[in-house]
């Protein structure tokens, strides 16, 4: 399974943006597709992932500014992530993620700035 995340980049505060990551490859019906991040001198940590049947979960701090979704293809997966009400906070590198149950991929991190 191959990851491109695209998105990411500098934004005022209050402002938006929307990273996308496409899984292809050997897609099994179910699998989990989330991001993660690590801000400076933090550890990685969950932002929101979901699963093929639609089920969500946030990380409390994201929860009503971000909504994770996806669109399955045949062999592709693509899920969207959008950052509504960004804060300063949510500066860090995001990080794809992509479980098949069996392993689990990670895509190249992409910066997050919120800065003024």
């Known amino acids: 399974v191959q990851l491109q995340a695209s998105g990411g980049g500098l934004v005022q505060p209050g402002g938006s943006l929307r990273l996308s990551c496409a899984a292809s490859g050997t897609i099994f019906s179910i699998n989990v597709m989330g991001w993660y991040r690590q801000a400076p001198g933090k550890q990685r940590e969950l932002v929101a992932r979901?699963?093929?049947?639609?089920?969500?979960?946030?990380a409390d701090s994201v929860k009503g500014r971000f909504t994770i979704s996806r669109d399955n293809a045949k062999n592709t997966v693509t899920a969207h992530l959008q950052m509504n009400s960004l804060k300063p906070e949510d500066t860090a590198v995001y990080y794809c993620?992509?479980?098949?149950?069996?392993?689990?991929?990670w895509g190249q991190g992409t910066e997050v700035t919120v800065s003024s």
């Open positions: 993620n992509f479980d098949n149950m069996i392993e689990e991929y």
């Open positions: 979901i699963i093929s049947d639609g089920d969500t979960k946030y």
